[in-house]
């Protein structure tokens, strides 16, 4: 079956520009996260969707950074006047309900010049 | 705060050999426990997961958990140059949450 899908793959934008980055997740999955992995760096944890509940924004770094899911699928990640340590690739990935197992997408890197 | 380590590497082994990888946590109430294998430029993909202390193999696969030392561990038998790769530890949060702890990865190479 299809798996976790993300788009861009590759964006490159300018200091200060806005750029929102889509996730598509499996089909069925209620849980969705986003995190972002630093060139050699481990993962770190932005934001987690789980149904219609409140989302976890507890990895957030910013108010420039937010996300929206709708229709309890499609999922959107926003960073307003983007910085250049704003790089990295945004790893989207989804969960099956009752399973603890992520799934990830391809990702999309982000540079910012 | 929940801290999951990992030796960064590199682990050089031979090919043919045993590759054993190690990983502690420090949330004592965590309940699974996950390797993802992550090639270079590429998303992690799930290898093993596991719940319960002991041994759970999969093929050349073998991961094993002590949770009383908080430990777990992923050994892989026969290398192959193919496994050479990053290799992240995740641990599943206690009390609910879905949200696991990442290590930061333990980058493994086989040589032939």
């Known amino acids: 079956g299809a798996g976790v899908s993300q788009s861009p793959s590759n964006k490159v934008t300018e200091k200060g520009k806005d750029v929102e980055l889509r996730c598509d997740p499996i089909?069925?999955?209620?849980?969705l996260y986003w995190y972002r992995q630093s060139l050699g760096q481990g993962l770190e944890f932005l934001i987690y969707f789980q149904g219609n509940s409140a989302p976890d924004k507890s990895g957030l770094p910013s108010d420039r950074f937010s996300a929206e899911r709708t229709g309890g699928s499609v999922s959107t990640l926003t960073i307003q006047r983007t910085q250049q340590e704003d790089s990295a690739v945004y790893l989207c990935?989804?969960?099956?309900?009752?399973?603890?197992?992520?799934?990830f997408g391809p990702g999309t890197r982000l540079t910012v010049l | 705060q929940k801290e999951v380590e990992q030796n960064s590497g590199p682990l050089s082994v031979p090919e043919g050999a045993i590759a054993s990888l190690n990983c502690t946590y420090s949330d004592r109430g965590s309940q699974s426990f996950f390797w993802y294998r992550q090639y270079s430029g590429k998303s992690p993909e799930l290898i093993m997961f596991?719940?319960?202390?002991g041994d759970k193999e999969d093929g050349r696969f073998t991961a094993q958990l002590n949770k009383a030392s908080q430990y777990v561990s992923l050994l892989i038998r026969d290398s192959q140059p193919s496994d050479s790769a990053t290799y992240l530890c995740?641990?599943?949060?206690?009390?609910?949450?879905?949200?696991?702890?990442f290590g930061r990865g333990t980058s493994l190479i086989v040589h032939p």
């Open positions: 995740a641990v599943g949060s206690s009390g609910g949450s879905y949200i696991p702890t």
């Open positions: 990935a989804s969960r099956p309900t009752g399973g603890d197992t992520q799934y």
């Open positions: 596991i719940y319960s202390n």
């Open positions: 089909s069925g999955h209620t849980a």
